[in-house]
């Protein structure tokens, strides 16, 4: 739903495997995350950033899934997104 990544999916996949918290990585699933899909791959909750995650029916899945007490949210940090680092690349690359 997103633009391109910088990361393939093996390497995001690498990276959420790396963290200690984490028991299994489900590779190719859906984006759009409701109480069924969690229930298919045994998760308790879905965990994302403080912004909104909308589906294509125009629902807040984090809303929805906090509902229901399956929602952890993670506070972004200010600079670290996809967004700001692909901003700051093009900037050097203008640079030089």
């Known amino acids: 739903m997103k633009g391109p990544t910088i990361l393939s999916t093996k390497e995001r996949s690498d990276i959420i495997r790396s963290c200690r918290w984490v ?24 965990a994302h950033g403080d912004d909104a995650v909308i589906d294509a029916d125009g629902n807040d899945i984090c809303a929805l899934l906090a509902e229901k007490g399956r929602f952890k949210m993670f506070k972004r940090t200010t600079g670290v997104s996809t967004t700001d680092i692909i901003g700051k690349l093009l900037i050097l690359t203008k640079e030089n």
């Not at 409701?34 to 879905?46: A, I, W």
């Open 23 to 46: 028991d299994e990585v489900a590779e190719g699933t859906e984006y759009s995350v409701s109480e069924e899909v969690l229930d298919r791959y045994n998760c308790q909750f879905y």
